[in-house]
T-cell receptor, first 111, second 113 residues
């Protein structure tokens, strides 16, 4: 069974601070995705990374896929209250389109 | 705007009732999924489907069944609702290839009393 471990589980920071969320596994994934979920809503896809070592930027968010395609990170620069939510990583593994989800990181950005 | 629509945002049902959760997608996606989400446990896959009339068990199928008679519709059935099935239920869909990611519905918060 492929597993994805996310850390930290919970993060509470002040507006303007930087943060990094990690997603780690002992398994290789063919792609890795990051989602953000707001309370009472379904997760929304932020990005998909496919190539080992790939870096993608989405405004203040930077996503990196590890060289060995076993881990990923999400870095947020100058966090804002609108970044508050649950961040989920998900890997596409050996069973094709069925994603494996991490448990999530709850981010709270205080103004 | 592409969409996955779940029929109810909130449901309250009694123990022992048969419960139907409906999900419709308008993106012509082959894959459809049902998850439940509970605090501290993350998203757990109940059932998924790669094609019409096709279904596969996920990680926690006990107490649930599904139906996919049409490509756009995937229904989750709780045969006899129990209090431990109180949860947020999320439907999602995706293409088979390439995998551009899942599109999720807004969720159904089910309470079984």
């Amino acid at each position: 069974t492929q597993l994805l471990e996310q850390s930290p589980q919970f993060l509470s920071i002040q507006e303007g601070e930087n943060l990094t969320v990690y997603c780690n596994s002992s398994s290789v994934f063919s792609s890795l995705q990051w989602y953000r979920q707001e309370p009472g809503e379904g997760p929304v896809l932020l990005v998909t990374v496919v190539t080992g070592g790939e870096v993608k930027k989405l405004k203040r968010l930077t996503f990196q896929f590890g060289d060995a395609r076993k881990d990923s990170s999400l870095h947020i620069t100058a966090a804002q209250p609108g970044d508050t939510g649950l961040y989920l990583c998900a890997g596409e593994g050996e069973y094709g389109n069925k994603l494996v989800f991490g448990a999530g990181t709850i981010l709270r950005v205080k103004s | 705007d592409v969409k996955v629509t779940q029929s109810s945002r909130y449901l309250v049902k009694r123990t022992g009732e048969k419960v139907f959760l409906e999900c419709v997608q308008d993106m012509d996606h082959e894959n459809m999924f049902w998850y439940r989400q509970d605090p501290g446990l993350g998203l757990r896959l109940i059932y998924f489907s790669y094609d019409v009339k096709m279904k596969e068990k996920g990680d926690i199928p006990e107490g649930y069944s599904v139906s996919r008679e049409k490509k756009e519709r995937f229904s989750l059935i709780l045969e006899s609702a129990s209090t431990n099935q109180t949860s947020m239920y999320l439907c999602a869909s995706s293409l088979q290839r390439p995998n551009y990611g899942y599109t999720f519905g807004s969720g159904t918060r089910l309470t079984v009393v």
